[in-house]
Every structure is written in C-alpha cells, then in structure tokens.
C-alpha cells in the first residue's frame, strides 16, 4: 500500500531501516525535489534500486523546493509528490526533509549506498563521507538527456505563452 511506504516520522523510518539491516537487506538512498515526475526519474529509481535491496527516497518539502529552485517551485505539493514516489515499485520508502540537504537524514540512517544522477560527481553527492566511513558506497548514476524538471516546465510556458 502506497501510504505504508510514506514516513513523516524519521524515527519510525529509522526502526525500519534497522530492522532491513537486521535482515540483511542492502539499503540505497537518494534524494531530490522530484517536481514534476518524468521517464528520467522513472529509470534513475529503477537503477538505484537496483544497486541493492530496499531504495529510501528522501524528498526535499515545498519550502526547502523553493529556497532551492524560486518562488515558482515546485508545481507539485509536496503530499503529492510523495504520493506518487511512494505509488512506484522501485521506491520502498519516501521521507520528506526540510533542510537544503539531507545530511542529517543521511547521519540517521547510514544507508549502505548513496546515489544521485549522473550530473552530480560522487564527491559532490552530501553525505558521501558518511556513507564512506561506514564502508558503503557512493555512486553517480546514468543521466538521461533530454529529460528535466526545467525543461518540461520550460515547455509548459512555452505552450502557455503561444496560446496568448
């Protein structure tokens, strides 16, 4: 169930998490604004969850969205930007930070691998350093052209402003 996946409380994630690594369960982590979701996200989660068992996906909320991208983002609310996360097979759990980054997120809960796009070197990626002393990995993933956020925004004012 979608909601199940959905975790507003960090600490029961964190009970989660344990209780995956008790298991045995190799845990990916990545983060992002994920606004308007499209084919790059899809396959990006689709391979972050392939380096290991269990991917968390930590979105940034509506006003860390906006600090981070301007007044016009995001487009979608946060309830339902996590919503459609958490609606995804690859995804098995969404956790919304409020900060720019989310390092704190990431010193909770130690994941054993930390990915981002492949626009983002693995010495750039928050939370590498962690990740990396507790021998995990860091890895940057392929990036899909022609695939964004901006772009697709950019396309809907186009649209937008050709009608006028």
Known sequence: MIRDKIFENWD??????????????????TNGCFDLLHLGHVLYLEEAKSKGDKLIVAANSD??????????????DQKNRIHILAALESVDMVL?????????????LIPDVIVKGGDWKPDQIVGADIVLEHGGDVLSLQFVDNYSTTALE???????LNRL
């Not at 006003?63 to 979608?76: F, T």
């Not at 919304?96 to 909770?108: A, C, G």
Request: glycine share 4%; aromatic share 8%.
């Open 12 to 29: 029961e994630a964190l009970l989660l998490v344990r209780q995956w690594k008790a298991e045995g369960h190799k845990i990916v982590f």
């Open 63 to 76: 006003a860390s969205v906006q600090q981070l991208k301007g007044v016009h983002r995001p487009i979608k």
């Open 96 to 108: 919304v930070f409020n900060e720019n980054t989310p390092l704190e997120l990431i010193k909770m």
């Open 154 to 160: 950019q396309k809907i004012i186009d649209a937008y």
